[in-house]
């Protein structure tokens, strides 16, 4: 079964140093791989997602994760981080094999603050 | 290009009583989609349609119905509200990939209608 993981509720950051956000997956076959961020009252902005390719996805907002394959693994980075970057930010996979529409499977989401 | 809208944003409902959500896009996407997020769940798919008069369970269908009359609109019906569909409901769309892995797209949010059923 396909599952995604962001195994930190919450990650503080001070503005100007580097953040991360940790996703990590579990597909049958080649993940498809997406973040997408909420801010409060707001739905989901799409950030960046990995087909195929370069494992490092540059995206919206300065945003970039990387693909690590044999880690299962797919975090978000920011080399700076600002005070609106702070939101909640959602890891997100879809199977390549899973042929029923644009299903994808959620994280259940990780509370980023950049504090000034 | 409005992209995705929802109505309404925020109901109230009693246990038992019925309502209907309507979600609409003007991007001609093909693919739409219903979730529901609850605290510390992420997003869970209700139901999605891969087209106009198409519809298809997601991972959370119970105690909801949908329908895709027209390409532009994806509708959610409650029939018996109950306290456990208390949720925030997000609609999306995406375009319809051509090529072997269909539904790759971007998914594009509405924003978002607050229930509460008492």
């Known amino acids: 079964a396909q599952s995604v993981a962001q195994p930190e509720d919450q990650v503080n950051v001070a503005e100007g140093n580097p953040l991360t956000v940790k996703c990590t997956y579990s597909?049958?076959?080649?993940?498809?791989l997406f973040w997408y961020v909420q801010y409060p009252n707001r739905g989901l902005q799409f950030l960046l997602k990995?087909?195929?390719?370069?494992?490092l996805v540059k995206g919206s907002y300065g945003f970039e994760a990387e693909f690590n394959k044999s880690q299962t693994s797919f975090h978000l980075k920011k080399p700076s981080a600002l005070v609106s970057d702070s939101a909640l930010y959602f890891c997100?996979?879809?199977?390549?094999?899973?042929?029923?529409?644009?299903?994808?499977?959620f994280g259940q989401g990780t509370e980023l603050s950049v504090k000034p | 290009n409005a992209g995705v809208t929802q109505t309404p944003k925020f109901r109230v409902l009693k246990t038992g009583q019925s309502m209907t959500l309507l979600c609409a896009q003007d991007?001609?996407?093909?693919?739409m989609y219903w979730y529901r997020q609850d605290p510390g769940m992420g997003l869970r798919l209700i139901h999605y349609?891969?087209?106009?008069?198409?519809?298809a369970k997601g991972e959370v269908p119970d105690g909801y119905n949908v329908s895709r009359l027209k390409k532009q609109n994806f509708l959610l019906g409650l029939e018996s509200a109950a306290p456990s569909q208390t949720s925030v409901y997000f609609c999306?769309?995406?375009?319809?990939?051509?090529?072997?892995?269909?539904?790759?797209?971007?998914?594009?949010f509405g924003p978002g209608t607050r229930l509460t059923v008492l």
């Open positions: 999306a769309s995406s375009e319809e990939t051509s090529g072997g892995a269909r539904g790759l797209d971007t998914q594009y």
């Open positions: 597909v049958s076959g080649n993940p498809y």
């Open positions: 990995y087909i195929t390719g370069d494992n």
């Open positions: 997100a996979v879809r199977d390549a094999f899973y042929n029923q529409g644009g299903k994808l499977i």
């Open positions: 991007m001609n996407h093909e693919y």
């Open positions: 349609s891969v087209g106009e008069g198409t519809t």
